[in-house]
T-cell receptor, first 106, second 116 residues
């Protein structure tokens, strides 16, 4: 079946470091991948979209890559801050991963 | 602009009861979606609509019905609630984006439904 998987359920890092989250897709080829942030008790909020013909996209401290050979997207937050602590969701063609809960410690 | 709003925020039902969840958006979006979110499973698409008067099934449509009579509203109905439908339900909307591929989705705050 078609799947989007985020390998890490949780990721803990120290403030100032770069957080790297992984998203893999299987049995289909999404035309784009999206990344969302979700805080407890709230709906997801859109962060970035990358299309299959784009290798990399940046927005402020965020960077997303799309590797169609590896069937993978990487999401990076540089110079992480405690305020970046949240669950991050990967999505492709209306399919969502289960999310990775990021905790940034001061 | 209110964005995407959902009514109600919380609801408790008994098995077999029916209810309707209302989603409204004021961004003039063509596309609207209903998802459910369960622990460890992420968001799963129930039904979606690409325009007023049209609906389509998503990944987990069984036990749910939808209607899109007005562009700004998308209703999700449970005709006979079951404990397996206990979940948090999110509505979202978007523009079609390039080549009809869904652009960024704007989500509502969610409805927490418990079926006893």
């Amino acid at each position: 079946s078609q799947k989007i998987e985020q390998n890490s359920e949780a990721l803990n890092i120290q403030e100032g470091k770069t957080a790297t989250l992984t998203c893999n897709y299987t049995n289909y080829s999404p035309a784009y991948l999206q990344w969302y942030r979700q805080d407890p008790g709230r709906g997801p909020v859109f962060l970035l979209l990358i299309r299959e013909n784009e290798k990399e996209k940046r927005k402020e401290r965020l960077k997303v890559t799309f590797d169609t050979t590896l069937k993978q997207s990487l999401f990076h937050i540089t110079a992480s801050q405690p305020a970046d602590s949240a669950t991050y969701l990967c999505a492709g063609d209306m399919r969502f991963g289960a999310g990775t809960r990021l905790t940034v410690k001061p | 602009n209110a964005g995407v709003t959902q009514t109600p925020k919380f609801r408790v039902l008994k098995t077999g009861q029916s209810m309707t969840l209302l989603c409204a958006q004021d961004m003039n979006h063509e596309y609207m979606y209903w998802y459910r979110q369960d622990p460890g499973m992420g968001l799963r698409l129930i039904h979606y609509s690409v325009g007023e008067g049209t609906t389509a099934k998503g990944e987990v449509p069984d036990g749910y019905n939808v209607s899109r009579l007005k562009k700004q509203n998308f209703l999700l109905g449970l005709e006979s609630a079951a404990p397996s439908q206990t979940s948090v339900y999110f509505c979202a909307s978007s523009h079609p984006g390039l080549a009809g591929v869904s652009d960024e989705q704007f989500f509502g705050p969610g409805t927490r439904l418990t079926v006893l």
